[in-house]
């Protein structure tokens, strides 16, 4: 028996014994008022919040955003939700998207427990327009939150969309310093706007 062989044989023989997976019911964190954590999650991750009462509120707190009034090119995929200087079904290749300033779309259901926020873009052909953008602003239902991820995975069970990704916060990220960069590898900010 080659030394390989032996090594391998060792490594079969001490492993653990197998236990059973936890189960995944139980009392889970629930929080009184959805939005009020919410708020206070998004903005403990670096993001903000603005409270509307319908899409034509959304459409006057958006357009008060510092990043929507610097924009030279926005790229808004919620009808009726600020303007839009990009029509995604011409544009060929992802990397012409580097450009964007501001992406307003919209989010189907948020988080309390991280802040996240759950965006299905099957019908977006680039989906790279997410990450690309200098800034991000999600649109979401106000009703449509959900008080942590069990709930959350609960609710993507009937999903049918080929691509969704849980947004939260700005992209951010730390080096082994410790030092906390806001915006090095995707929207430097994140405005969620809950209907």
Not at 172 to 180: G, M, N
Request: charged residues 20%; proline residues 4%; hydrophobic residues 45%.
């Amino acid at each position: 028996m080659s030394s390989k062989q032996d090594i391998l044989r060792r490594v079969r023989q001490s492993q653990p014994p197998a236990v059973d997976l936890p189960a995944l019911t139980g009392p889970w964190t629930t929080f009184d008022d959805l939005r009020s954590q919410f708020a206070t999650t998004v903005q403990q991750v670096g993001g903000q919040v603005v409270m509307a009462r319908d899409r034509a509120h959304a459409d006057q707190l958006v357009k008060t955003l510092a990043c929507y009034q610097d924009a030279a090119k926005i790229c808004s995929l919620v009808d009726g939700v600020g303007r839009s200087d990009v029509e995604l079904l011409e544009v060929e290749r992802p990397h012409e998207l580097a450009d964007v300033d501001l992406t307003i779309a919209a989010g189907k259901f948020a988080v309390a427990e991280n802040g996240a926020v759950w965006v299905s873009a099957a019908q977006v052909r680039h989906q790279a327009i997410y990450f690309l953008c200098q800034h991000l602003a999600l649109v979401v239902p106000g009703d449509q939150i959900v008080h942590h991820m069990h709930e959350a995975y609960d609710r993507l069970a009937s999903e049918t969309s080929s691509f969704g990704v849980f947004i939260s916060g700005p992209s951010k990220t730390a080096d082994i310093e410790q030092s906390l960069v806001i915006g090095a590898q995707g929207p430097r900010s994140l405005t969620v706007v809950l209907i």
